[in-house]
T-cell receptor, first 111, second 114 residues
Framework: KQEVTQIPAALSVPEGENLVLNCSFT??????LQWFRQDPGKGLTSLLL?????REQTSGRLNASLDKSSGRSTLYIAASQPGDSATYLC??????????FGKGTRLHILP | NAGVTQTPKFQVLKTGQSMTLQCAQD?????MYWYRQDPGMGLRLIYY???????DKGEVPNGYNVSRLNKREFSLRLESAAPSQTSVYFC?????????????FGQGTRLTVV
């Protein structure tokens, strides 16, 4: 059974710092991994999608990497801003077509 | 606006009442999903539909039924609501989970069962 774990559960950093969020998964037979952002009381917004054959994806200040063999992904946020404060969720698409989520990392950027 | 639309946004039910949560997408996506989100539990898959005419159980299907009415619509039904079903429910869709897997989410339905 696929399990997705995100560490840390919560993180507070001063504005301007670079930071890394971690995601690990137990079954490496995945189609892809996706990072989402969720603001309080809102739905999910897709940030980055990495196919199983890819190693990383970049969008603006965000960079996501994937090491499928070790079951790990990281989301790197450069030059953090208060507007980056949100919960970040990692999700994998299994070979049985299910999308399984981690519990998320609550990020707070201190002005 | 293109996207995933869920109705209602908020609902309060009494224990034992039934209701249907509606979800519709206008992106011609094949796959649709229902999740529930609870504090400290993350998002858990209830049911999914890989394509029109098919539905499959997820992690927590007990107490729920689904209908893939057509390609656009995927509904979630609670036949006899229980307080344990108090949660935020999200519907999601993607074009084809193996080849174009980016998932889009609705804004959620906040359900309280008293």
């Amino acid at each position: 059974k696929q399990e997705v774990t995100q560490i840390p559960a919560a993180l507070s950093v001063p504005e301007g710092e670079n930071l890394v969020l971690n995601c690990s998964f137990t079954d490496s037979a995945i189609y892809n991994l996706q990072w989402f952002r969720q603001d309080p009381g809102k739905g999910l917004t897709s940030l980055l999608l990495i196919q199983s054959s890819q190693r990383e994806q970049t969008s603006g200040r965000l960079n996501a990497s994937l090491d499928k063999s070790s079951g790990r992904s990281t989301l790197y946020i450069a030059a953090s801003q208060p507007g980056d404060s949100a919960t970040y969720l990692c999700a994998v698409t299994n070979r049985d077509d299910k999308i399984i989520f981690g519990k998320g990392t609550r990020l707070h950027i201190l002005p | 606006n293109a996207g995933v639309t869920q109705t209602p946004k908020f609902q309060v039910l009494k224990t034992g009442q039934s209701m249907t949560l509606q979800c519709a997408q206008d992106m011609n996506h094949n796959s649709m999903y229902w999740y529930r989100q609870d504090p400290g539990m993350g998002l858990r898959l209830i049911y999914y539909s890989a394509s029109e005419g098919t539905t499959d159980k997820g992690e927590v299907p007990n107490g729920y039924n689904v209908s893939r009415l057509n390609k656009r619509e995927f509904s979630l039904r609670l036949e006899s609501a229980a307080p344990s079903q108090t949660s935020v429910y999200f519907c999601a869709s993607n074009l084809e989970f193996r080849f174009m897997p980016e998932a889009f989410f609705g804004q959620g339905t906040r359900l309280t069962v008293v």
